[in-house]
C-alpha cells in the first residue's frame, strides 16, 4: 500500500471509529486496522455486547451515520472523496430503504410495506416487477430514503468536525501502528496516552 493509500484508508476507517464511539447504540469498537484484507483497504470491527432480536428505529439511523463516517472523513481531511465507501454508501442505502418501505418507520408514509417481497429494488432498477403502489407514492419513497441517509451524512459530518482533533490524532497513530485494539482506540478517545509501538 502507498502512502498516500495508507493515509487515505487510516482516515476513512477512523471516521467509522470516532461514529461508533459517539453513537450510542452502536456496539464498542473492537479493532481498527488498515492491513489490506481481500478487497478492502481496512476494517473497522466491532463485537455485539448481547445477542439482539429487535432493531429499533434510532439503533437503524445511527448505523447509517457509522456507515457514512468514512466517506465523511475523507471529504473533511482531503476534499476529496474515493471509491473506498461504495459499499458502505450501499449498505447505508438499504438500510434505509427498508426502514421505509419493509418496517414501515417512516412517519410520512406510515407503517405499511411497499412492493411484494423484501428485495424489490426501487430507485431506477425496479421496472420488471409488479408494483402494489403508485408512481407517485414511489417517488415518496425515494425521497423518504435520500432523507434519512442525508441527515446521516449530516449528523457524521458535525460529529467528526467537531472531533477533528481526534480523527487526525487516531489517524496518525493508525498510520504508524497499522492496528489498534478497541482499548487503544477508547484510550486516545479519552484522551490517555497510548505508548506506539510499531
Known sequence: MTEKNKKITAYHETGHAIAHYFCETQD?????????????????MSLPSEDK?????????EEIIVLLGGRVAESLIFDDVTTGASNDIERATDIARS??????MSEKLGPIAFGENSNEVFIGRDMGHTKN????????ID???YQIVKEGYDKVTEILTEHIDKLHEVSKILIEKEKLSGEEFAKIMKGEKLTVRV
Open 99 to 104: 426502514m421505509i418501505t419493509k418496517y414501515g
Open 143 to 145: 425521497d423518504e430514503i
Open 133 to 140: 403502489y403508485s408512481e407517485k407514492v414511489a417517488a415518496e
Open 53 to 61: 432480536m429487535y432493531n429499533s428505529y434510532k439503533e437503524m439511523k
Open 28 to 44: 464498542d469498537v473492537h479493532q481498527i486496522s488498515i492491513i489490506p484484507r481481500g478487497f478492502a483497504g481496512g476494517y473497522t
